[in-house]
Each structure stands twice: as structure tokens, then as C-alpha cells.
């Protein structure tokens, strides 16, 4: 069983539909994060937290630590949030230690 | 916003060859940087943690005198693949972090080793 676990694995979803990505995790972190892959490769940090809930223009992403878990919202969804969207959490402060990573969830957004 | 550069963004090599990959923090000075790969259709993976100065510390599996980590500023460390071989094509991607901060990536490097 993988330390982190993402689902959906894909979704196609119609553009201003309201999104949810969801991940669990099996080990204690000090911090998860929410990153976006493009088709190009490049990673780009979308939040970092450790409780609690945090707002980015039409992202959200929550987290329960206590049932170890987080999900990751967009609200009014637009194909230019087409990506891959990855899960990753560290286990002792977020900078200071290597992440380790969900499968990811590839996100098509429709036009 | 902090920004990280990889260079090269795209390497085609010869088995046996070695290739060098460099990470640059451009408008922060790092404390430390994470090294990762990403093979296709997998997760990225953890292979290493570098500090400026000190020796990088490698994952289980990872071999150290394959990828050789220099880390010889607050603003860049370099990746070296040694002797490369087909199952080393990878897609490598550096991070960037000061202190608990969050991580910076890089745009990443496409290994391709014929």
C-alpha cells in the first residue's frame, strides 16, 4: 500500500463544473502539499498546509488530520485547469525534508 | 515569486556517457535542494537531500556514485549522472526550500540515454 493514496485517478469533468480531488495518507506529516504537474512537466507548488483549510482564487484545499486526509476543490472549472494534480506530504518540516508523492490525478476539463 | 531553472531542459546521450544537470535558485538562496525523478506514468521519487557544504544524503536504492550531488552554493547544486545507461532516462526535477518554507521546482531536465 503506497504511503499516499489519490482518487480519482482520472477525471474528465465539463468546463464550470465544481471539482474534488481527494488524498489519504498513511504516515504522521508535519505538512502536505498540493502540486500541479502540466503536460510539459514542470511542477508548479499550489498550497502547502497543515490544518485547517486554505482559499487561492478557485482552489481550496482542506485537510483533517486527524482522519488523515485531504481534498483539493476548484470551483467554476476552466480547461486551463487541465493537469496533473499531486498529492505529496512531508514528514517533518515541509522544507526541510524530502516530499513524498501521490500517483497523482490526471484533470481534463472540457470545454 | 521564487523561481528555480533547470539546464538542460532536454538531454539525448549516448550509453556510457555521463550528463550533468544543474539547479538554480535564481532570486532566493536555497537551504536546501531535493532531487527527484519521475518515470513515466509513475510518481515522482525522492532521490536525494542536499545542504551547501555538506554531502547529500540519498535515498534507499539510490546509488550514490551513480548521481553525484554538488552542492556548492545557497544558489545551485548539480546533478551528475555517471556512466548512463537506457534505464537511467528519466525525467529529473530539482526543489528548492529555505528552511520549513515551502519547495520550489524546477521546470525539470528529460534524460534520454540511447
Known amino acids: 500500500k503506497n504511503e499516499v493514496e489519490q482518487s480519482p485517478q482520472n477525471l474528465t469533468a465539463q468546463e464550470g463544473e465544481f471539482i474534488t480531488i481527494n488524498c489519504s495518507y498513511s504516515?504522521?506529516?508535519?505538512?502536505l502539499h498540493w502540486l500541479q504537474q502540466h503536460p510539459g512537466g514542470g511542477i508548479v507548488s499550489l498550497f502547502m498546509?497543515?490544518?485547517g483549510k486554505k482559499k487561492h482564487g478557485r482552489l481550496i484545499a482542506t485537510i483533517n488530520i486527524q482522519e488523515k486526509h485531504s481534498s483539493l476543490h476548484i470551483t467554476a472549472s476552466h480547461p486551463r485547469d487541465s493537469a496533473v494534480y499531486i498529492c505529496?506530504?512531508?514528514?517533518?518540516?515541509?522544507?526541510?525534508?524530502?516530499?513524498?508523492f501521490g500517483k497523482g490525478t490526471h484533470l481534463i476539463i472540457q470545454p | 515569486g521564487a523561481v528555480v531553472s533547470q539546464h538542460p531542459s532536454r538531454v539525448i546521450c549516448k550509453s556510457g556517457t555521463s550528463v550533468k544537470i544543474e539547479c538554480r535558485s535564481l532570486?532566493?538562496?536555497?537551504?536546501?535542494m531535493f532531487w527527484y525523478r519521475q518515470f513515466p506514468k509513475q510518481s515522482l521519487m525522492l532521490m536525494a537531500t542536499?545542504?551547501?557544504?555538506?554531502?547529500?544524503?540519498?535515498e534507499q536504492g539510490v546509488e550514490k556514485d551513480k548521481f553525484l550531488i554538488n552542492h556548492a552554493s545557497l544558489t545551485l547544486s548539480t546533478l551528475t549522472v555517471t556512466s548512463a545507461h537506457p534505464e537511467d532516462s528519466s525525467f529529473y526535477i530539482c526543489?528548492?526550500?529555505?528552511?520549513?518554507?515551502?519547495?520550489?521546482f524546477g521546470p525539470g531536465t528529460r534524460l534520454t540515454v540511447l
Open positions: 504516515v504522521g506529516i508535519s505538512a
Open positions: 542536499s545542504n551547501e557544504g555538506s554531502k547529500a544524503t540519498y
Open positions: 505529496a506530504v512531508s514528514q517533518s518540516g515541509g522544507g526541510a525534508d524530502g516530499l513524498t
Open positions: 532570486d532566493f538562496q536555497a537551504t536546501t
Open positions: 498546509l497543515s490544518s
Open positions: 526543489s528548492a526550500a529555505v528552511f520549513a518554507d515551502t519547495q520550489y
